[in-house]
């Protein structure tokens, strides 16, 4: 039980230190962004999803001083930078990216549950019921996230969102 609550705290810390990074780089302060991001990556080395974020970020954040184009060309590559266009309020952008993802190879829940989150913040409703339809059936993990995402509040009234997030 303390090995679990102390794998929660490190957890909990690593999230802290991640928006910590992600609202210097919202900001523009990208230099300050990119030294959180790579201190991140050292401290917080085994929470995976959030160095691949990290190490994305200090790609882009490196790529802009370059003023060249970004190289995308793994399913993680097209989803991270998905998730950067989403927190950047292009979710246009990242719906295009998450769909090039899909295309490359197997469907993941994590790139549904995306594409339900970009599809609520344009105002589509029924496509994000189903893209988290899709996300619920290859990870059951989803429908808890989903019930706690603030982005799917206009959702959680829903009848269909209600049946499609019943604990089974």
Not at 126 to 138: C, G, P, R, S, V
Request: net charge neutral; proline share 1%.
């Amino acid at each position: 039980m303390k090995e679990e609550k102390s794998k929660k705290d490190n957890y909990e810390k690593a999230l802290a230190a991640y928006a910590d990074a992600m609202k210097e780089f919202q900001k523009g302060r990208l230099e300050k962004a990119q030294d959180l991001f790579r201190a991140f990556v050292e401290k917080y080395d085994g929470e995976k999803e959030l160095v691949d974020r990290a190490n994305l970020y200090v790609r882009i954040i490196q790529e802009r001083g370059k003023k060249e184009s970004i190289s995308l060309k793994t399913i993680d590559d097209y989803f991270y930078y998905s998730v950067y266009k989403i927190n950047s309020g292009d979710s246009e952008g990242a719906m295009k990216l998450l769909e090039k993802a899909l295309s490359l190879g197997e469907e993941e829940g994590r790139t549904h549950y995306l594409m339900a989150n970009a599809c609520i913040r344009l105002g589509r409703s029924e496509d994000a019921l189903e893209h988290l339809k899709k996300a619920f059936q290859k990870d059951k993990f989803f429908k808890i996230m989903a019930q706690n995402e603030s982005d799917f509040e206009p959702l959680w009234e829903d009848k269909k969102f209600k049946l499609l997030t019943r604990m089974t």
